[in-house]
C-alpha cells in the first residue's frame, strides 16, 4: 500500500511541482525503487547507421557493376548519369574504363549533329536557342521575339533578297574604286598576263594574286620532269603489263654447227622407234644438273626426243643433250621470276614459256632470240600452240585471272578470249583433231570450248570433284587423264558426251597440293605420274593395278616424260633441281 501511495504522490508531485508539496507528517517515509526495464539492451548506432545508408542509397544513382538492386529505384536514379567508383590514379575520380572522353565520360544525346550545329549557331549569333529537353527556348527572349524565333538556317526569303543585294552593290563600289584610281589602257584588259585582265575575269579569291608567267623551266626542273616521266613509264609497264628483263641466252656446245653445217638442234638421221612394245624403266641412266632451284616442267623435243627442254624456278630454261654428252647446249634467260610452263612448237624449232613475272614468251630454239613477248599483265598458268600445221601462229595461254587469252604470233594481237572460269586456269588440252579443247582451273570444274568460240559446249563439275592441276591425253586420243588433287589419277573421255570413266581409276601416290604431271607411254599401256613424296609411279593402263614405283628426287617429283622414241626410257624432274633419266 505504501508504494501505491509513494507512485500516486510522485506522479501528484510531477504535475503540481510548482506548488509546495503538502503531505501529512504522519505518513511512512519513500522508499524509492531504480526502474527496471525487460527488454535486452540494443545497441543503436548500428540501427541509425543502416537507416541513414538506405535513406542515402535511395537518392544515389545505381552503380552499373551490380546485379541485383536491393529496393525500388526512383526514376531519377534509374536515368542518373553513369558515375564510375571514385579512382585513386584519375584527376577526376573517373576510372579509365568509365571515360570515352579525354574531360570525362560524355554520354550520347539523342540529337541530330545538324539540329544541334543549328541551335549552337542561332545561340552565338542571336543569343537564344531552343532548349532540347521541353518545348521552351533559353537565353535572350526579347531578340527571339523581335526576331520571329528564326534559327540562322531558315532565313526568311525577303531577308535572303536584301542580302544578295546588299552583296551586289559592295561588288560594284569596289570595281569604282578599282576603275577610279587610274585610266584603264584597253590593250591591257585583253592581255592575259596583265592584272586589268585578271581583275576584270576574277573568278577564285586568289586569282587577283598573281606572280610573273614562268616561261622557261630551270635546268634542275627539266631534270627531275624526265626523270619522272622515265619512273612513271617504267611504272606503268610493269603494273600494266610484266616486268621487262634483258633477254639473254648462252650457247654451251661445243660447235653451233657441225662439219656438214647441220644445226645443232637437227635430229639424228638414224633415229626411229627401236621396238613398239614399251617397258618400265628400272635404273638410272643419266643426271642432269645445272638448275639452282627447282625444276617446274620438262619436255621432250617432238617426235625425236634427242634434246630435252626444261624451266627452272631460278628463272633459266635449259635445253639439254640426251643422245651424245648429256651435257647443257644452251641456257635461256629472259625471265624474272620462276618459270611455270614451256611447250613446244610441232617441229621443235621454237618454243613457248610462261613465267610468274607475268610474261609469255616465243623464242627460236637454235638461237636463243625471243621472236616475241606477251603479256596481260596477269601470271600465266598455262601455255599451249594450236597443234594444227596451218595453225601454229596460234597461242593460247591460261591465265591467273579465269581467262584463257587467245594470241595472233604474227600480229601480236590478242584475237580471242574464253572467260568462263571461276578460278585460275591450270591446263589445256587439244582434243577431237583439234577442234576443241578442254580445260581444268582451280574452280574445280572442267570445260569444254570449240576452237575460236568462246561458248563452253560441255560443263563438267560434280560435287565430289577436286581441282585438277594436271591432263594428258591418251595417245588413242580417246581419253583424258586428268589428275585430281584427292590422290587420284580420273579418265575422261573425248567423245561426245566427255564421261568419267568409273571403271578406270589409278591411286596409290600422294599428290594433295602439288600439280604433278600425269603422261602415257607411247602404245598407251602403262600411266606414270609424280608424287609429293619424290617417287615416281607406273600404273597398267588395263588393270589400273600399280606396276613400279621408282624413287627419284628428293621433295617433290613434279614432271615426268616418256621419251618418244625410246620405248623403255623415263626422264623426271623435282623440286631439288635435277632432271634424271631412267
Keep these: 500500500m505504501d508504494l501505491l501511495q509513494t507512485y500516486a504522490d510522485k506522479s501528484d508531485g510531477e504535475d503540481q511541482s510548482h506548488q509546495p508539496s ?8 519513500p522508499r524509492l525503487i ?26 544515389k544513382p545505381i552503380d552499373p557493376s551490380q546485379h541485383v538492386v536491393a529496393f525500388n529505384p526512383t526514376y531519377d536514379q534509374l536515368w542518373a548519369p553513369i558515375y564510375g567508383p571514385a579512382h585513386p590514379y584519375a584527376k577526376d575520380g573517373i576510372a579509365q574504363g568509365m571515360r570515352n572522353h579525354k574531360l570525362g565520360f560524355v554520354e550520347d544525346a539523342a540529337i541530330e549533329s545538324f539540329v544541334f550545329d543549328e541551335q ?3 545561340f552565338h549569333k542571336y543569343g537564344y536557342a531552343a532548349d532540347p529537353s521541353g518545348n521552351n527556348y533559353i537565353g535572350d527572349l526579347d531578340a527571339l521575339q523581335k526576331n520571329d524565333a528564326i534559327s540562322v538556317y531558315n532565313i526568311p526569303q525577303h531577308e535572303q533578297k536584301k542580302r544578295k543585294i546588299e552583296k551586289m552593290k559592295d561588288v560594284e563600289m569596289e570595281d569604282e574604286v578599282v576603275g577610279g584610281e587610274h585610266e ?58 610484266g616486268e621487262n628483263l634483258v633477254d639473254k641466252t648462252t650457247f654451251h656446245g661445243k660447235e653451233e654447227r657441225d662439219y656438214q653445217g647441220r644445226s645443232w638442234i637437227a635430229p639424228p638421221k638414224d633415229a626411229k622407234a627401236t621396238n613398239d612394245h614399251c617397258y618400265i624403266p628400272k635404273r638410272l641412266i643419266h643426271t642432269w644438273s645445272g638448275h639452282t632451284k627447282g625444276v617446274s616442267a620438262i619436255r621432250f623435243f617432238p617426235k625425236y626426243g634427242h634434246l630435252i627442254l626444261s624451266a627452272g ?4 630454261v635449259k635445253i639439254w643433250d640426251v643422245f651424245n654428252s648429256g651435257k647443257c647446249m644452251r641456257t635461256y634467260m629472259g625471265h624474272s621470276k620462276a618459270v611455270r610452263d614451256i611447250s613446244f612448237c610441232n617441229d621443235g624449232t621454237k618454243f613457248l614459256t610462261a613465267g610468274y613475272d607475268k610474261n609469255i614468251k616465243y623464242w627460236d630454239t637454235e638461237t636463243g632470240q625471243v621472236i616475241s613477248t606477251f603479256s596481260t599483265g596477269k601470271i600465266p598458268y598455262v601455255v599451249k600452240l594450236n597443234p594444227d600445221e596451218d595453225k601454229q601462229n596460234i597461242l593460247l595461254a591460261g591465265m591467273s585471272d579465269k581467262k584463257i587469252v587467245q594470241w595472233d604470233i604474227n600480229t601480236g594481237q590478242t584475237t580471242q578470249e574464253y572467260d568462263q572460269h571461276l578460278g585460275a586456269v591450270n ?41 585438277m592441276p594436271a591432263i594428258s591425253l591418251h595417245p588413242n586420243t580417246n581419253w583424258l587423264a586428268a589428275q585430281s588433287l584427292d590422290n587420284q589419277i580420273l579418265i575422261y573421255s573425248t567423245r561426245e558426251r566427255f564421261q568419267l570413266n568409273k571403271k578406270k581409276r589409278f591411286a596409290g601416290h600422294i599428290v594433295a597440293g602439288y600439280a604433278c604431271q600425269v603422261n602415257f607411254s607411247p602404245d598407251g599401256r602403262f600411266v606414270m605420274s609424280g608424287d609429293g613424296e619424290g617417287k615416281c609411279w607406273f600404273w597398267d593402263w588395263k588393270s589400273c593395278k600399280v606396276f613400279r614405283t621408282l624413287k627419284c628426287h628428293e621433295g617433290v617429283c613434279i614432271g615426268c616424260e616418256w621419251h618418244p622414241l625410246e620405248q623403255s626410257k623415263v626422264a623426271t624432274c623435282g623440286w631439288d633441281g635435277l632432271i634424271k633419266y631412267w
Design 34 to 59: 531504480p526502474s527496471k526495464s525487460a527488454a535486452p539492451k540494443v545497441d543503436d548506432t548500428m540501427l541509425a547507421l543502416t537507416v541513414a545508408k538506405a535513406h542515402q542509397s535511395h537518392s
Design 313 to 316: 624456278m631460278d628463272t633459266k
Design 184 to 241: 584603264v589602257d584597253p590593250t591591257e584588259i585583253d592581255n592575259p598576263a596583265s592584272d586589268e585582265w585578271l581583275m576584270k575575269n576574277k573568278k577564285s579569291p586568289w586569282a587577283g594574286k598573281k606572280e610573273g608567267v614562268q616561261t622557261e623551266l630551270t635546268e634542275e626542273q627539266k631534270k627531275y620532269a624526265e626523270e619522272y616521266v622515265k619512273k612513271k613509264e617504267e611504272k606503268g609497264h610493269s603494273g600494266e603489263k
Design 120 to 122: 549552337y549557331n542561332t
Design 427 to 467: 591446263t589445256i588440252t587439244f582434243v577431237d583433231n583439234n577442234r576443241r579443247f578442254v580445260t581444268s582451273s582451280d574452280d574445280k570444274s572442267l570445260r569444254v570450248w570449240e576452237f575460236g568460240i568462246p561458248v563452253v559446249i560441255k560443263y563438267i563439275s560434280e560435287p565430289h570433284m577436286h581441282s
Design 22 to 29: 503538502t503531505s501529512s507528517p504522519d505518513s511512512s517515509p
